[in-house]
């Protein structure tokens, strides 16, 4: 049964030791991607460089660059270390941001309104394992990351290669770029240890959540087209049914 949106959304699974909750407080989640890896051609023939490639080096370097950034999810390289406090306009730009390949929730992010440290601050948190993505708004103040593997920016607009399948613990997934939209079932679910997510946005406020739940044994849920995330954390393998 999906919570009340007044309730408090936090999950039950008692994996976020470390989240501090301020205001209306921030939904705990979690998912998982891989890197964008960019190839290209070096131009060498007979072990000599050549100083020069031909036309269609240059077209297949490109096209090997477009699929790669589509198969990501339009992630680019890495736009801040994993670990650090950031002030939003200099030491890095508003937009969408994520972080893939985290273990053991100890990966933990922080939007903050302001640099004193207080759980008044707090806009939305986290303790992420596997792959989560964040907005970050011109409106916040800080970005504070510990434990966490590198950000990458993301273009929101990007294409991907929507898979019918998604790890238990695997955190956060883009509807229509990781994840297709479908009815998922996740089986085997003991001790209400699987909390799910339905998100409208990677704000992380209460107002992002469409609807969540923790579950025992068999977890069955709907993601739409227009859901615009999927969180799972402690779940069994969910499978498009």
């Known amino acids: 049964m999906s919570q009340n949106m007044q309730q408090d959304q936090r999950p039950r699974h008692g994996r976020s030791a470390r989240k501090v909750l301020a205001g209306l407080g921030a939904a705990a989640a979690l998912i998982a991607l891989t890197a964008c890896t960019d190839t290209g051609t070096d ?25 790669a950034k589509k198969k990501t999810g339009g992630a680019r390289k890495a736009a801040l270390g994993g670990d ?8 890095l730009k508003p937009g969408l941001y994520r972080t893939t390949g985290n ?5 933990y992010w922080e939007r903050a309104k ?15 394992t596997g792959t989560s993505y964040v907005e970050v708004k011109a409106s916040d103040k800080i970005f504070k990351s510990t434990g966490c593997k590198d950000w990458e920016a993301v273009d929101p607009k990007a294409a991907g290669t929507p898979a019918t399948a998604m790890k238990g613990d695997g955190g956060m997934y883009k509807v ?6 479908g009815t998922y079932r996740s089986t085997g679910n003991s ?7 339905r998100a409208k946005d990677a704000e992380h ?3 992002s959540i469409a ?30 049914s």
Do not use: L
């Open 191 to 197: 001790d209400d240890q699987c909390y799910w997510e």
């Open 114 to 128: 302001d640099s004193s440290g207080e759980a008044d601050s707090i806009i939305a948190n986290d303790n992420v």
């Open 84 to 91: 650090g406090d950031f002030q939003v306009g200099s030491d």
């Open 43 to 67: 131009g060498s023939s007979g072990g000599r460089k050549t100083g020069h490639s031909s036309g269609a080096d240059k077209g297949a370097s490109k096209d090997a660059k477009k699929d």
């Open 211 to 240: 609807a969540n739940d923790n579950a025992s044994g068999s977890a069955v849920v709907t993601i739409t087209a227009k859901d615009a995330y999927f969180k799972t954390a402690g779940c069994k393998d969910w499978k498009k």
């Open 205 to 207: 406020g209460i107002d």
């Open 103 to 107: 273990t053991d929730g100890m990966c």
């Open 176 to 181: 229509g770029t990781d994840i297709a939209p």
